[in-house]
């Protein structure tokens, strides 16, 4: 048997990358290594359906167990990637085994980015991980008093709404930029989420910073703002964003930019070394920008990519990013990617408690579609998008207009 794939991180884009690598055909050893205990889970349930206890740990299982064995991809779990020695094709790990490879991929993701960390005190937590959401859960049992999440961005949301209407308790987010969802989202989407949230009785504090953490015994107490407010608190949650985990290809040479960079078929400036997933940066196929995007479509369509490079049917990753949220009974979905200055047309179905958001390029190409509650047009965006048929924006805006005819 020749040295294989080794895979770096065994979660959505690892896990899908061997499973497309049999899919393909690879008959080839794969190796998968995670620091991580758990078996693989899906990560978006943990703000949703786990934190509220309707879904169980079980069920986020991202292949039953008997799926490695049955496709012979060897698991290794509890195991942390020390160190890619790349001129002897090895990775060094934190049991002492060396693994060799032919090919390497690393899908080591990201983690949560540090904030306030020189306040220890109880009570405080971010989310990443399956013991983080249960630490998280046990914590909204047994602690008292308000509840500040700290970044107003779709995860910190998704945890904001199910503190309110789960635990009913009095909900504080604190959002440094001008608005929610300033980085993910367009302002038209932003305000009607902000407005949500404040109906449901959530104090928004956008365009304000935390500075620190008061602590009572060991305990958080307050939250500290810039301007010398203190917001009492039981229960911190810190959303500030996460890092890409990038360290390891950065230690052994391989170029990097805030996410590995890779070309279109996710390579490393190293041909036998691939990334995929929160941890790489690469070039978008519609903007032709570096962008580094944090979603399970990017995950499992980058693992798609590269498993067709390593069968030796190379497609580049050309793929309309999607993403979606579930808060307060609304399923937000995008397609394609808003930017600053674009141009948004409405279509307005709030009779129907649905609401869409087109936004245009200066040049009048469709680049993004936001909707609220309306699953039907979030797929079709998808296929407008990726065809290159566009709307005109008095289409989009006439709700009696059958956009799904431009693709007939
Ligand atoms: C709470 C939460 C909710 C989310 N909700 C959504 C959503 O609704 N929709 C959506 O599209 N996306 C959502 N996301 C984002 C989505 O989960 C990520 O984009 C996705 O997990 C990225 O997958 P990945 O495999 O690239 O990285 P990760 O999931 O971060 O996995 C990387 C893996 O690598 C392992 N690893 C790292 N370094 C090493 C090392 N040195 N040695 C061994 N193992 C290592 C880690 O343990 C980890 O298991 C959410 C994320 C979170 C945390």
Known sequence: MTAGVVILGASHAGVQCAAALRESGYLGSITLVDVQ????????????????????????????????????????????????????????LSDGQVLAYETLVIATGSRARPFLED???????????????????????????PVVIVGGGYVGLELAATFRTHFQRIVHVVEAAPRLLMRAASPALSALVAAKHQEAGTVVHAGRCVTGLEQVNGAVSGVVMQDGEVLPAGLVIKGVGILPNQELAAMAGLDCQDGILVDQY??????????IGDCCRFPEAFSGRLVRLECVQNAHDQARTVASVI????????????????????????????????TCAVRDESEKGKMSFFHFSYSGQLCAVETVNHPALHILSRRMILSGVFPEISQVENVDFDLKRLLA
């Not at 959401?133 to 049992?141: L, M």
């Open 311 to 342: 069968s030796g049917k190379a497609q580049p990753y050309t793929a309309v990013p999607w993403f979606w949220s579930d808060q307060l009974g609304m399923k937000l979905q995008t397609a394609g990617r808003w930017e600053d200055g674009m």
């Open 37 to 92: 205990k758990d078996h693989p889970y899906q990560r978006p349930p943990l703000s949703k359906g786990f934190m509220t206890g309707a879904a169980s740990a079980e069920s986020l299982c991202l292949r039953g167990e008997v799926f490695y064995d049955a496709e012979n991809i060897d698991l290794r779990l509890g195991v942390q990637v020390e160190r890619i020695v790349r001129d002897e094709h090895k990775v060094l």
């Open 119 to 145: 306040c220890a005190v109880e009570n405080v937590y971010t989310l990443r991980t399956l013991r983080d959401a249960e630490a998280i859960r046990a914590a909204a049992e047994t602690t008292e008093g």
């Open 266 to 275: 996710c390579r490393t400036s190293d041909s036998s070394i691939f990334a």
